[in-house]
């Protein structure tokens, strides 16, 4: 072997070593979920990792420092906010494919943080707050969304997720809508929605949740430690191709009205649906018998694969709630039609205490602290009832934003903790070698401080 052929081979193992170690990081930072402790079939959920900055300063519909400019640009990005309040929209956010990998962070708000809401009528008649249409890798956290329309203005949900895929939204409210409070439309998959709260979905339509409308082809979508409060029937309500992936797994449902878990089958292959360790809880609006896992005969081409386990139910003495109804029962299945895609997996009466402290945006506002005491203390009654108005909005506090001197979107005060340094924009880089960006890392920290009270500024 000649010199120049021995450098040549020497060049490309070199070059195949680099291009393996690249292959490596690419495949360690893939495999890392949307944030510490994201579960269910979303939690592959890019959002804006590694992007920049975008920083929220203006509650203003649109414009420069808006939440719509930062929603609707184009990149990863991370929408960091500098003010809080209610943010009046004059129509919706939409994003789509081209505003994909984005993180819309409500945890670093200041005060009381941000609130949504929407009460002028278009001529195209869209007046869902925020939409995800056709959009990838997005995460919502620690926001609240409740329009404001008289019940006679249709089709208006709180939240709609639309021919999209990867997308986690995570401690979030919403209410008052006159459709579903929260909508999964098309062909949404690799969905989750955890540790939410959907209220006071107004009549004569109100609907907690709709997770299968109309799809074209199976869907993977996981409902993990929500609370459904006084919505009259959709608690959830799931129509699904089979080979789905759908879990409602430690969720607390409250005060329906008529209707709880609502199964239709209504295309090829019968929907496959796992219910693990709910609680259903029955309220002064809730029918004398209602069933808690209920298929609806309409349409039905294929029969459903249901599974069920560790839910409980819970009425006064003078009213019912059925676990299964009595048609429903010849499609219940022994194992899970697919892998359940939470692993940590309670038990009904955990998840409703663990619902009632840590469900919803926070700090929590006026509705949710009223939605919440509502429920009560378990196996006791509670209180609550179905409107047909909006509620009045809640005031939300300013604050101070925290102080970011290297403007990377982290609390000087917290990068410490995780190895950061505060006067070195470093989002990106895994100061502490866990394998978790200090980003990651400290939005995580600001989560778990806003739901325990404890962030200081």
Not at 361 to 390: C, N, Q
Request: with cysteine; aromatic share 8%.
């Amino acid at each position: 072997m000649t010199k120049a052929h021995g450098l040549a081979r020497s060049l490309i193992v070199i070059v195949s070593v680099c291009i393996g170690l690249t292959a490596a990081v690419a495949s360690a930072s893939s495999v890392l979920v949307a944030f510490p402790g994201a579960q269910g079939h979303g939690r592959y959920s890019e959002g804006g990792r590694g992007g920049r900055m975008v920083v929220v300063t203006t509650l203003e519909d649109k414009g420069p420092g808006s939440l719509r400019a930062c929603m609707q640009a184009e990149g990863p990005r991370n929408c960091i906010f500098k003010v809080g309040g209610v943010i009046q929209l004059k129509r919706p956010i939409i994003v789509k494919a081209e505003n994909s990998f984005l993180s819309v962070l409500g945890q670093t708000a200041p005060g009381g943080g941000i609130l949504i809401t929407i009460s002028e009528t278009n001529k195209d008649k869209k007046h869902t707050p925020l939409v995800v249409k056709g959009g990838h890798d997005v995460i919502l956290r620690h926001i609240r969304v409740r329009p404001r329309f008289p019940n006679s203005v249709k089709n208006v949900d709180a939240i709609t997720v639309e021919n999209s895929r990867r997308v986690y939204i995570d401690h979030v409210s919403g209410s008052w809508a006159t459709d579903e409070n929260f909508n999964s439309h098309g062909d949404a998959t690799e969905l989750t929605v955890a540790h939410s709260i959907f209220g006071e979905g107004l009549e004569k339509h109100s609907k907690c949740a709709l997770l299968g409308s109309d799809p074209r082809q199976p869907q993977k979508i996981t409902f993990w430690q929500n609370a459904c409060i006084s919505n009259s029937d959709r608690n959830p309500d799931d129509n699904h191709y089979g080979g789905s992936c759908i879990d409602i797994v430690n969720n607390l449902f409250f005060n329906a009205k008529s209707e709880w878990g609502e199964i239709f089958s209504q295309y090829p292959g019968g929907t496959p649906v796992s219910y693990v360790g709910n609680y259903f809880k029955a309220g002064p609006s809730t029918d004398r018998v209602t069933y808690a896992i209920n298929w609806n005969a309409i349409e039905t081409i294929d029969g459903p694969n249901i599974y069920q386990r560790d839910n409980e139910t819970w009425a006064p003495e003078e009213k019912s709630v059925v676990l299964v109804a009595p048609d429903t029962t010849q499609y219940i299945v022994a194992k899970p039609p697919c892998p359940i895609s939470v692993e940590a997996i309670v038990s009904a009466r955990q998840a409703y205490d663990n619902v009632v402290r840590r469900a919803g945006a926070f700090p929590r506002d006026d509705v949710d602290r009223r939605l919440v005491r509502g429920i009560g203390v378990i196996d006791k009654p509670g209180r609550g009832k179905i409107l047909r108005a909006a509620g009045d909005l809640p005031v939300i506090e300013s604050g101070t934003p925290f102080k970011d001197e290297d403007e990377d979107g982290m609390p000087d005060m917290i990068e410490g903790r995780f190895g950061a340094d505060a006067t070195v924009a470093d989002p990106w880089q895994d100061s502490d070698g866990d394998g978790w960006p200090n980003f990651d890392q400290v939005m995580e920290a600001l989560s778990e401080e806003r739901i325990a009270g404890t962030l200081l500024r």
